[in-house]
């Protein structure tokens, strides 16, 4: 399958502290990437879904001006957490897409942690 | 919009068949996918259903009835290694690519 890589893995910081997630895929090219977060024992909500060379679509209840996707590249996809505060914890996830049309499957990264203390 | 709904945990001992179903409501259905999802892990795609009718992939099968909007994933031979939670996820043509995703199941494998 698609590979789909994500960093840092883990990530600890204080709060008021902007944090970077980086989301590649590593052997496909993806005009579109996803972003979801998810908190213990729940399951995954989107984010907001990034578009290679356009802005970011998000979901509605997600501040864009606090999480700011830049989809600079067909591989390449980043997720900044600007100033973040201890309720931004959580397990953050990205997804590529891999085929077209109704055969397209989604392949996550490996997730980043993030710890605002 | 999205809404799916599956059970909240399975418990089964080794070697048992689980089936964990799944009912869905959404305004385009383009396809079923299956996920597992192991503690402090992301993610891994399992198998995805666009057409009515049983999918085999090894211990696992997924099932779907699309006039029922109702799937299922059916794990067999458990194993330890099974233990997971298991999200069924819709892809819905009216919202593009996105996938909604349904609470979880969380199964543990007991021996």
């Known amino acids: 399958g698609a590979v789909v890589s994500q960093h840092p893995s883990w990530v600890i910081c204080k709060s008021g502290t902007s944090v970077k997630i980086e989301c590649r895929s590593l052997?496909?090219?993806?005009?579109?990437m996803f972003w979801y977060r998810q908190f213990p024992k729940q399951s995954l909500m989107l984010m907001a879904t990034?578009?290679?060379?356009?802005?970011?679509?998000?979901e509605q209840g997600v501040e864009k001006d606090k999480f700011l996707i830049n989809h600079a590249s067909l591989t390449l996809s980043t997720l900044t957490v600007t100033s973040a505060h201890p309720e931004d914890s959580s397990f953050y996830i990205c997804?590529?897409?891999?085929?077209?049309?109704?055969?397209?499957?989604?392949?996550f990264g490996p997730g980043t942690r993030l710890l605002v203390l | 919009g999205q809404s799916l709904e599956q059970p909240s945990e399975v418990t089964a001992v080794e070697g048992a068949i689980v089936q964990i179903n799944c009912t869905y409501q959404?305004?385009?259905?383009?396809?079923l996918s299956w996920y597992q999802q192991h503690d402090g892990g992301a993610p891994t795609f399992l198998s995805y259903?666009?057409?009515?009718g049983l999918e085999e992939t090894g211990r696992f099968s997924s099932f779907l009835s699309r006039s029922d909007s109702y799937g299922y994933l059916l794990l067999q031979e458990l194993q330890m290694k099974d233990s997971a939670s298991y999200f069924c996820?819709?892809?819905?043509?009216?919202?593009?690519?996105?996938?909604?995703f349904g609470g979880g199941t969380r199964v543990l494998v007991k021996p």
């Open positions: 997804s590529a897409g891999s085929g077209t049309g109704g055969g397209e499957t989604q392949y």
């Open positions: 996820a819709v892809r819905d043509q009216a919202a593009g690519n996105k996938l909604t």
């Open positions: 959404t305004s385009g259905f383009y396809g």
């Open positions: 990034s578009n290679e060379g356009s802005k970011a679509t998000y």
């Open positions: 052997d496909f090219q993806a005009t579109t």
């Open positions: 259903n666009a057409l009515d």
